[in-house]
């Protein structure tokens, strides 16, 4: 029998009234900030928390989930797992780490412009607005 294996990647959807945060990757994909869920992470949220403040040097109060879906199969034959929560972040200034080479503030109308994986598109349209204080 094959054994099913999944990975989870934790993504946070930060936005405020009118603009959402993506980072760029290495091959040039835009992408919400989060990743994968550690063994040794006390919850999938407080993974969360460390992504955002890794990738984007920004301390993030994690919310609710907000999207989840199946995303892809990886080359080792696992599906990945997204979980897209709402965040909030008292700061907007970014400072990327060396898994991204890029960062920008995007206006929710500018997003269709942005080749952004669909699943993305669909965390940020289930998000709450208004999540910066």
Known sequence: MDEQRWAVSAKAVVMDASRVLLLQNDRGDWELPGGRVDADDASIESALAREVEEEAGLVAEVGRVCH???????????QVIIVAYDARVSATGV????????????????????????????????????QMP
């Open 95 to 130: 400072t990327i780490s060396d898994e991204h080479v890029g960062a920008a503030w995007v206006a929710l109308d500018a997003l269709a412009e942005i080749d952004l994986p669909a699943v993305y598109h669909r965390a940020i349209e289930a998000a709450p607005r208004s």
């Open 68 to 78: 989840a879906e199946i995303f892809a199969q990886v080359g080792d034959g696992r």
